[in-house]
């Protein structure tokens, strides 16, 4: 386990990410009982978490790190500027701590590196710096962006601006012109909208971080420690699908399936209907295919290994069939792996196929070798 270094607090982050968390834990409940909630304070709570981390997701996330789609000036601007609400730095820092992460996952350079543990990938590495800062000479296509370094200069003015006094005026008006304490109203949009808001929307994009390399399942990958999970989608508007996107990163989809809950993906779909959006990113069926009948043939590899070594004593009957199980893996997946290096156009019904029949193999020698080792 890494060891955290506690000589290397980073003062203003640490005061920031303690204090508010510390007003949402006792400050919010304590104002909720005396003062009670209204539905404008609710709406503005929802309308600031949805704005905010959209805006992460989608702006800084999808769009500025992974260039993974082009968008029109006002979506530029709006997912900057409720990007910055988030507290989590200009999009400039935070790209470019991003592509650090997925050049160096899982590594010593990685900014958020799960193998110095879960606090460390979650919080540890915003709450303690290391020495010396690493270059930030990844970002060099966003420097030429003029909205991008605006926000990178302004970025705690429109924080403040945006994300804090317009809610809290917000709710001033709306107490005032209602016959109600209107300081009681600002004081509910500091709380609610602004710091709850606040914590909320950074510790689930720490989650992406620390979670979403934790636990969940490796479809694409098994080379980094990244995970899809539905549950963590849920609560990350669609970047829980980390397996999918630390193999393809490019891609403006996280959640690649029809059915994954992905409302970022939904969004820039919606963006580019719009004419708002272009140059949606996306990797061919085929090949996203040929990833997951790789692992699953890697799977299913291992499992045979696993039987062959260590297996009970009836192992040695299943052994012909987990053989030739893996044998016709492979062989489908030498057929797909040949047919996308020919660019041969593939049918959906055939990939549709495909996937059933590794999926369908999979579960029987998993089902098989449990036996066998039972
Ligand atoms: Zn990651
Ligand atoms: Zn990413």
Not at 66 to 86: D, E, M, R
Not at 134 to 149: F, S, Y
Not at 164 to 184: C, D, E, K, R, V
Not at 272 to 281: C, E, N, T, V
Request: with cysteine; proline share 3%; hydrophobic share 45%.
């Amino acid at each position: 386990m890494y060891r955290i270094p506690f000589n290397r607090v980073d003062w203003i982050t640490s005061s920031f990410l303690i204090g508010t968390a510390l007003i949402a834990l006792i400050g919010v409940p304590v104002y909720l009982v005396k003062f009670g909630i209204n539905w404008f304070q609710f709406a503005m709570f929802f309308f600031y978490v949805t704005a905010t981390m959209m805006s992460i997701t989608v702006g800084y996330h999808r769009l500025f790190s992974h260039l993974s789609f082009k968008a029109k000036l006002p979506v530029k601007f709006f997912t900057l500027v409720f990007g910055a609400c988030a507290f989590e730095n200009s999009c400039l820092n935070w790209a470019s701590d991003h592509r650090r992460h997925h050049k160096h996952v899982d590594h010593d350079e990685d900014p958020y590196d799960i193998s110095k543990g879960f606090f460390w990938a979650h919080i540890g590495w915003l709450l303690f710096k290391l020495n010396p800062e690493p270059p930030m000479d990844n970002v060099a296509d966003l420097r030429k962006d003029k909205l991008v370094m605006w926000q990178h200069n302004y970025v705690h003015w429109i924080a403040l601006v945006v994300g804090i006094f317009i809610p809290m005026s917000l709710g001033y008006l709306w107490n005032h012109f209602h016959g109600m304490n209107a300081w009681h109203g600002a004081l509910g949009a500091f709380m609610l909208a602004g710091i709850a808001r606040i914590v909320v929307a950074q510790h689930c994009t720490f989650f992406i971080n620390s979670l979403c390399h934790t636990v969940g399942t490796q479809p694409y990958s098994t080379t980094h420690s990244a995970r899809d999970s539905a549950v963590m989608a849920f609560l990350t508007f669609g970047e829980g699908y980390h397996n999918y996107h630390h193999e393809f990163q490019h891609d403006y989809r996280n959640g690649v399936k029809p059915w994954q809950w992905d409302p970022s993906k939904w969004t820039i779909w919606t963006l580019s209907k719009l004419g708002l959006a272009d140059g949606l990113r996306k990797v061919p069926d085929s090949r996203i295919l040929l990833a997951e009948m790789g692992e699953a043939r890697r799977k299913a590899e291992k499992h045979l290994e696993e039987v062959r070594e260590k297996g009970n004593a009836h192992a040695h009957t299943v052994l012909d069939t987990l053989h030739e199980l893996v044998e016709e893996m492979s062989a489908n997946y030498h057929e797909l792996e040949k047919a996308v290096s020919d660019r041969v156009q593939l049918s959906k019904e055939k990939l549709d196929h495909w996937q059933e029949e590794t999926r369908s193999m999979l579960r029987e020698i998993r089902r098989m070798s449990a036996a066998a080792m039972a």
